[in-house]
C-alpha cells in the first residue's frame, strides 16, 4: 500500500495508436528520441525521475546558495554521516561526476578495478582513468533463484591480484544493490569478504551506494543476523565497511539531481581526500556545493533520511515485486526475484523469433510503446555491441510516482504486445545510423524494422 497521498500532480495523456506509431518512426526506433510528453508510463529510469516529500520541497525554499561555507552543505554533511556513516563528503553534480572526482584520484595508468558488476558510467570513468574495469560477478548470477545474485565473487577478485599483482588494484568497488545485473541485492556478508579482500591486497573499499536504502532492506529478509533490525541500521552496518562511498542521489537521494563521494574521516584515507577534493574543485565546484545548488543540496539531506522509513522503503519494494507479478502471471519472463528499482525482463525468451542481430530486446522496447505508449530501455544487444550480455529490456520504476492502475497498464501492453507476436506481426530492427562511439549507440542510433 502507498504510504502517500498526492499533492501536486502531473497529467499525462495516451495519445492514440496512429500517432504512437507514427512519433516511433520519427523518434527512428529509439525510445530516447521520444518526447516525454508522448510517453503515457515512463520506466526509462529511476534516476532523477521520482516525486519528491513536502519535506523537500519546504527544504528547497530553504536552500542557502552561498558559494562557499552553504547551510545547505551543513545539512547534507548531517545526513550523509546520521544516515551512512561517513564524515567526509565532496558534493558532485550527479554519480557520474562522484566517479569522476574519486576514480580519478585514486586510479592511475595501468591498473585494474574489480567490481561486482560495472555500471557504464563507471566503467568509462574507470577507462578514462587509464585502468582497466573487471567485472566479477558470482558464477551464474542470473541462472537460478539466488537470494543475493549481486554479490562480488572475492576468488576472482583474488585471481585477478595473482595474476596481475595486487600493487596494480587500487581499489575494490561494490555495486549495491547492482543495476547492471537485474538490479540484484549483495549481502552484507559478501560485503564483509569484499572489506577483507581490499585489506589483503591494501586496496581501498568504495561502495556505488546509489541504491543503498533498496539493498539494506533485502539484507533484512533475507540475511538471518538481521531480522530483527530496521532498514537505517542495516543501511548503516552495509557501508561500515567501505573507506568510501559514490552516491547518485537520483537514486535513493529522493532528489532530481545530485549526488557525492563520501569518505571515512581515516587519517590513512587523508591523502585520497586531498586528491580527491582538488580534483572536485576543478571539475564540480567549490566543496561546500560541488556542481549543486544549495536548495537541491537541502533536498538531498532531506531525501535520505526519508530513503531508509521502513514506510517507504517497503512500499517502494513491494511495488517492484508486484509489477514482477503483473507480469509473470501473463507469461512474460521476468527475472526473480525481483530486484529494488525495476523489472528486468529477457527480450530473447519473449520474442525467440527475432534473431540476436535484429535486436529482440530493442523491438519489444518499440513494441511497448507502440500498443501503451511505455517507455522502456533495451540494456542488451544494442546497447552493448560485441558483449554477451543477456537480452534485456528494463521496466524502471520511479520512486514515489506511479500507482496500481500503472503497472495494471503495463501489464496489459505486455498482453497486446504477445497477441501481436504470436500473429507473426513483430519484426526486428537494422541501424540505419550510429554515432562513431559503439559503446553510446543506445541513446541516439536510429533504425527502421527490418524489409521495411
Ligand atoms: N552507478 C550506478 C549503479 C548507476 O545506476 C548510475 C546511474 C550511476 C552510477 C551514475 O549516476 O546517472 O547520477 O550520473 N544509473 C542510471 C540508470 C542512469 O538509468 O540506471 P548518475
Known amino acids: 500500500?502507498?504510504?502517500?497521498?498526492?499533492?501536486?500532480?502531473?497529467?499525462?495523456?495516451?495519445?492514440?495508436?496512429?500517432?504512437?506509431?507514427?512519433?516511433?518512426?520519427?523518434?527512428?526506433?529509439?525510445?530516447?528520441?521520444?518526447?516525454?510528453?508522448?510517453?503515457?508510463?515512463?520506466?526509462?529510469?529511476?534516476?532523477?525521475?521520482?516525486?519528491?516529500?513536502?519535506?523537500?520541497?519546504?527544504?528547497?525554499?530553504?536552500?542557502?546558495?552561498?558559494?562557499?561555507?552553504?547551510?545547505?552543505?551543513?545539512?547534507?554533511?548531517?545526513?550523509?554521516?546520521?544516515?551512512?556513516?561517513?564524515?567526509?563528503?565532496?558534493?558532485?553534480?550527479?554519480?557520474?561526476?562522484?566517479?569522476?572526482?574519486?576514480?580519478?584520484?585514486?586510479?592511475?595508468?595501468?591498473?585494474?578495478?574489480?567490481?561486482?558488476?560495472?555500471?557504464?558510467?563507471?566503467?568509462?570513468?574507470?577507462?578514462?582513468?587509464?585502468?582497466e574495469p573487471v567485472d566479477c560477478p558470482v558464477e551464474g548470477a542470473l541462472?537460478?533463484?539466488?537470494?543475493?545474485?549481486?554479490?562480488?565473487?572475492?576468488g576472482k577478485v583474488r585471481d585477478l591480484a595473482d595474476e596481475v599483482g595486487a600493487d596494480r588494484i587500487p581499489a575494490v568497488v561494490v555495486t549495491i544493490t547492482n543495476n547492471s545485473l537485474a538490479g540484484q541485492p549483495v549481502s552484507v556478508e559478501n560485503l564483509r569478504a569484499a572489506r577483507e579482500v581490499a585489506?589483503?591486497?591494501?586496496?581501498?573499499?568504495?561502495?556505488?551506494?546509489?541504491?543503498?536504502?533498496?539493498?539494506?532492506?533485502?539484507?533484512?529478509?533475507?540475511?538471518?543476523?538481521?531480522?530483527?533490525?530496521?532498514?537505517?541500521?542495516?543501511?548503516r552496518e552495509q557501508l561500515s565497511y567501505?573507506?568510501?562511498?559514490?552516491?547518485?542521489?537520483?537514486?535513493?537521494?529522493?532528489?532530481?539531481?545530485?549526488?557525492?563521494?563520501?569518505?571515512?574521516d581515516d587519517p590513512e584515507l587523508d591523502d585520497l581526500f586531498e586528491r580527491a577534493r582538488e580534483r572536485a574543485i576543478l571539475y564540480e565546484g567549490f566543496t561546500t556545493y560541488g556542481g549543486m545548488a544549495g536548495r537541491d543540496l537541502a533536498a538531498m539531506a532531506v531525501g535520505l533520511r526519508e530513503a531508509v522509513e521502513e514506510r517507504y522503503v517497503a512500499d517502494r519494494v513491494a511495488q517492484v515485486r508486484r509489477l514482477g507479478e503483473l507480469l509473470a502471471d501473463r507469461g512474460v519472463p521476468v527475472h526473480r526475484p525481483t530486484g529494488g528499482h525495476a523489472v528486468y525482463v529477457d527480450a530473447d525468451a519473449f520474442l525467440p523469433e527475432i534473431p540476436r542481430e535484429e535486436f529482440p530486446g530493442q523491438a519489444l522496447v518499440c513494441e511497448l510503446y507502440r500498443e501503451g505508449g511505455v517507455r522502456a530501455v533495451e540494456l542488451g544487444s544494442f546497447a552493448f555491441p560485441d558483449s554477451d550480455r543477456p537480452e534485456l529490456v528494463r521496466l524502471a520504476l520511479p520512486r514515489r510516482t506511479?500507482?496500481?492502475?500503472?503497472?495494471?497498464?503495463?501489464?496489459?501492453?505486455?498482453?497486446?504486445?504477445?497477441?501481436?507476436?504470436?500473429?507473426?506481426?513483430?519484426?526486428?530492427?537494422?541501424?540505419v545510423e550510429e554515432p562513431e562511439m559503439a559503446e553510446l549507440r543506445h541513446f541516439s542510433a536510429e533504425l527502421r524494422p527490418v524489409g521495411e
Open 199 to 235: 585489506d589483503e591486497l591494501d586496496a581501498t573499499f568504495v561502495v556505488d551506494a546509489c541504491r543503498f536504502a533498496e539493498n539494506a532492506y533485502f539484507v533484512r529478509e533475507r540475511e538471518e543476523e538481521f531480522a530483527d533490525a530496521s532498514v537505517a541500521e542495516v543501511a
Open 1 to 131: 500500500m502507498r504510504a502517500y497521498k498526492s499533492k501536486v500532480v502531473t497529467p499525462i495523456r495516451l495519445p492514440d495508436r496512429d500517432e504512437r506509431a507514427a512519433n516511433l518512426e520519427r523518434a527512428g526506433y529509439n525510445a530516447f528520441n521520444l518526447d516525454s510528453s508522448d510517453v503515457f508510463v515512463d520506466l526509462l529510469t529511476d534516476s532523477g525521475t521520482g516525486t519528491m516529500s513536502d519535506a523537500q520541497w519546504a527544504a528547497l525554499m530553504r536552500g542557502d546558495e552561498a558559494y562557499a561555507g552553504s547551510e545547505s552543505f551543513a545539512r547534507l554533511e548531517e545526513a550523509v554521516s546520521d544516515v551512512m556513516g561517513f564524515e567526509r563528503l565532496l558534493p558532485a553534480h550527479q554519480g557520474r561526476g562522484a566517479e569522476n572526482v574519486l576514480y580519478g584520484a585514486l586510479v592511475s595508468e595501468g591498473d585494474y578495478v574489480p567490481n561486482n558488476t560495472h555500471f557504464d558510467t563507471t566503467r568509462a570513468h574507470v577507462a578514462n582513468a587509464g585502468a
Open 402 to 431: 506511479y500507482g496500481a492502475d500503472h503497472l495494471e497498464h503495463v501489464a496489459e501492453t505486455f498482453e497486446k504486445v504477445a497477441e501481436r507476436r504470436d500473429a507473426g506481426e513483430i519484426s526486428g530492427l537494422e541501424i
Open 143 to 154: 541462472s537460478g533463484d539466488r537470494e543475493f545474485a549481486g554479490d562480488l565473487d572475492v
Open 242 to 264: 567501505a573507506d568510501a562511498v559514490v552516491m547518485s542521489g537520483k537514486k535513493d537521494g529522493l532528489v532530481n539531481v545530485g549526488g557525492f563521494v563520501g569518505l571515512r
